[in-house]
């Protein structure tokens, strides 16, 4: 299964296995990986790690940021 979130210009796509790319902008895409407790996702990237709040259609980071869940799922890599 896979799942898109957008917020603005930015996306973050997560994959079963415990994958994501995460987009800002013009950007390149990272991978990176995450894993999901409860109604949290930690991402993990390069040292650095964030937390995200699971929400209906969407998700929050701990600062605020809302993405929304894309449908029909689409990614342009």
């Given at each position: 299964m896979k799942r898109k979130f957008k917020s603005?210009?930015?996306y973050?796509?997560?994959y079963d296995c415990g994958t994501a790319i995460l987009h800002y902008g013009d950007s390149s895409p990272v991978?990176?990986?995450y894993y999901e407790s409860g109604n949290l996702?930690?991402?993990?990237?390069?040292?650095?790690t964030m937390q995200m709040i699971i929400e209906e259609g969407s998700i929050s980071s701990i600062m605020g940021d809302k993405w929304e869940?894309?449908?029909?799922?689409?990614?342009a890599l």
């Open positions: 603005g210009e930015s973050l796509v997560l991978k990176c990986d996702i930690t991402i993990r990237l390069e040292g650095d869940e894309v449908y029909p799922f689409e990614v």
